[in-house]
Structure formats: C-alpha cells, structure tokens
C-alpha cells in the first residue's frame, strides 16, 4: 500500500499551535496579567436576529410531515442560489443560476476544485498567502511559483508576462495582508489569464469589508466569466465560521479542453458531496433579506470601527501598513525592523497584546505583523494603547 507522499512535502503548521503555546507559558509565570488576542482570524460577534430566526423556523418545518427534508440538491436550494443571484445583480454582475452552487465554505471549496485540474499544472501563488491555497498544491504534488507581495508592491504582486501559470490564486481584499486589488490591477490579471489560457481562483471571503471602489467581485471586470471561479464565504460576512456555508460561482463560459468547468464541477460535486444542510442553508438565505442585510452591516461597521482605532495607531506612529480600511486586518512592518516572531515576544511579554507574526504566513511576512480586528472594541483601544506605548519605548 502506497500512501500520497506528497503529504511528506506538507510542512506542519507550527503557527497558531506555537501562539497558544508561547501564551499559556506566559499566563502559568504571569497569571495575573491580561493578556488581549488580536491575533485570532474568526469572529467573535453572534450570528444576527434574522438568521437566528430563519434557523429556529427551519428547524421547525424538519419537524413536520411536509416541512421535512431529506437529501437536497447537492448544488443547493433554489431560494438561496436566487438570493445569491440578486446579490451580484445588485452590482451588475449577471449569473446563471446554475453558475451558483451552494458550498459549506470557502476552504472546503478552495481545496475540493482542485479534483478537476491536472496535477502537472503550474500555479501561481502570492508570498504571503493564506496557507490553505499552497497546502492543497502540495498535497496534490503540484508545481508551485509564488510571487512576491512586499512593500514595494504594496502587497499586490502584478501579472509578470515572463512567467507561465496555469491556475493564479488571488485573494482581494487578503488574508493576511488586509491589501486590496483595484479594477484596473484586477483587469490587468484577468488580461494575464485570457492570454495564457489560465485560470484565476478568485477568493472573495472578505468582500462585504470593502468600502473603496474596488471590485467586489472578479466578475465587475469584462470577460472575468472567461477565466475565474470566485469562492465565497458567509463566514466573515455573517458571522458563519461555526455555521458553515458559502458559495462558489463556476461560470458556464470557462472552458478548458473542450471540457465545461462547470459540468465537471458539478459531476463532482453531486458525486462526492452531499450539499449544505437545510436548516444551515435557510439561515444563510436569511443574510440576504433586506433586514439581513442591515443587521450584518452593523457587526461589519462594528469590526471595521475596531480596523480604524489599530489603523489610527499605525498612522500616528508612522508605520508603514496595508489593509484596515477595507479588510480586518491591518499588514505591518515591525518597529526597528524586527523579525516577527522577536516582535511577537516583545509584544506579549512586555505589553501583554498577541498578534501574528508574519513569517506564518511566508517568508515575505518575515518582518511584519499581522493584527486583526475582530476582538471588542475596548479591548482593541486598551491594546492598540499598550502597543503605542511599547514602540515608542524602543
Ligand atoms: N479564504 C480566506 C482568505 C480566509 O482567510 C478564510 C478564513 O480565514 C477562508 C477562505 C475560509 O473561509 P470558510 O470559513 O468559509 O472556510
């Protein structure tokens, strides 16, 4: 029996298991210290009225005869996929409604469409990344060719003509670095893709923290339906991290081969998916509802206020950052130049505030800090004090 040994070529992940670990150290020499996380990527706020309530009613139609629901379509059901419809419509982008499918997440769905490509193609992945896109590449023994995201880009690598992708990974606004592609930088990638007959996997996880005129979508950008899959989330947008659902749109236009993405992508998934639960799925058709809408808009107002009060900091002490106005997360380069795990030290023995370092997430993050803002809000004043205190002490 042969295992995949590309799983040997996985590196383990040290990040957040190290994080916790420096922590509880820490705590057991300094139990009486109070220590704010800033460092934590999931949210923190209660899912809004209107999904609790669409779930409560959910629940109660399994309970009856006719409300009850066994195996759904695995794509999902019409009343969310018309929601998701309107959605994009609002920002005049049209989809089929069999371009939607119904998924329990982004990182299931950025792992599972790789099922559908070819194990020798080339892709393109940004330094720093979220991890789960060079993971899954790694698993699937794939060549990878990362570019590099840096200061001097901003943190927004640009298409390099010289260089030969088939699958490009682009995340907007990103993880980690909170930086967000504009229509013409995006246009100029979607340009890059139709010539090379590549593919870009689009991850839209933190669009609803967009508050610039930048594309929401990949789709805003003329012939994005030729050359991208967008993968979704209501994770970040509503607040479903534990709930679990999300979408990803397959265009029908995206053909490879011969072949339909979209057909392949549904042979898959009616194969080795069973779709989103009911109830799961009836709460997230909520999060589209005019009232929704309104009641998500104030946990994101919530969380983009908490962005501001670290991004303000940074501007006072005039350090250099991406992200924090259209994403949680705020990007930025560590006082003195330190290497992020001797700022991560400092920053938690000396000033009791946890971030992540940067080096997590690549070896272009080696010299920067990643903050987050979904902790509460007096707890980010307190920390975003202590941190002002510290730097202006070195
Ligand atoms: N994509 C990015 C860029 C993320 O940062 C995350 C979660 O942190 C995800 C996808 C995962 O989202 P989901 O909870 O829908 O799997």
């Avoid at 040994?5 to 109070?34: C, G, H, M, R, W």
């Avoid at 997430?361 to 987050?372: A, E, Q, S």
Wanted: charged share 20%; proline share 5%; glycine share 6%.
């Amino acid at each position: 029996m042969k295992i995949n040994s590309n799983f040997n070529n996985v590196e383990t992940s040290y990040l957040f298991s190290t994080i916790a670990k420096k922590i509880d150290a820490f705590l057991q020499e300094n139990p009486d210290k109070k220590v704010i996380r800033l460092g934590i990527g999931d949210v923190t706020r209660p899912l809004c009225p209107a999904v609790i309530s669409a779930l409560h009613s959910a629940v109660d139609d399994m309970s009856t005869k006719n409300g009850f629901h066994g195996y759904g379509p695995e794509q999902g059901y019409p009343f969310i996929k018309n929601e998701v419809q309107k959605y994009y419509q609002n920002r005049n982008v049209d989809l089929e409604i069999d371009e939607i499918f119904i998924s329990d997440g982004a990182k299931s769905d950025a792992g599972n469409i790789l099922d559908l490509f070819d194990k020798d193609n080339v892709v393109l992945i940004p330094d720093p990344v979220y991890p789960v896109y060079r993971d899954t590449n790694i698993m699937d023994g794939r060549k990878i060719v990362y570019m590099n995201a840096n200061e001097s880009n901003s943190f927004l690598p640009m298409p390099d003509s010289n260089i030969k992708a088939d699958l490009i990974y682009l995340c907007s606004p990103n993880n980690p670095t909170g930086a967000t592609y504009n229509k013409e930088q995006l246009k100029a990638w979607v340009d890059y893709a139709l010539a090379n007959d590549a593919l870009i996997l689009f991850d839209a996880a933190y669009e609803a923290f967009i508050v610039d005129d930048c594309p929401h979508s990949i789709y805003e950008i003329e012939n994005a339906k030729k050359c991208a899959v967008e993968i979704c989330s209501l994770s970040k947008t509503a607040g479903f991290t534990g709930t679990r659902c999300g979408y990803t749109i397959v265009p029908f236009d995206i053909q490879f081969d011969g072949h339909s993405l979209n057909k392949m992508w549904l042979r898959r998934q009616t194969t080795k998916f069973n779709g989103v639960s009911y109830v799961v799925q009836k709460g997230a058709a909520a999060v589209f509802s005019p009232e929704g809408q309104k009641q998500i808009k104030e946990n994101l107002d919530y969380y983009k206020q908490n962005a501001k009060i670290i991004s303000d900091a940074m501007d006072q002490m005039n350090i250099w950052y991406t992200g924090g106005k259209n994403s949680p997360y705020i990007w930025f380069k560590c006082p003195k130049n330190m290497y992020s795990w001797d700022f991560f030290d400092l920053l938690l023995t000396k000033a009791c505030v946890v971030g992540t370092p940067g080096a997590g997430f690549g070896k272009n993050g080696d010299n920067f800090f990643r903050l987050t803002a979904f902790g509460n809000k007096e707890d980010t004043i307190e920390a975003v004090n202590r941190i002002k205190a510290l730097i202006s002490s070195l």
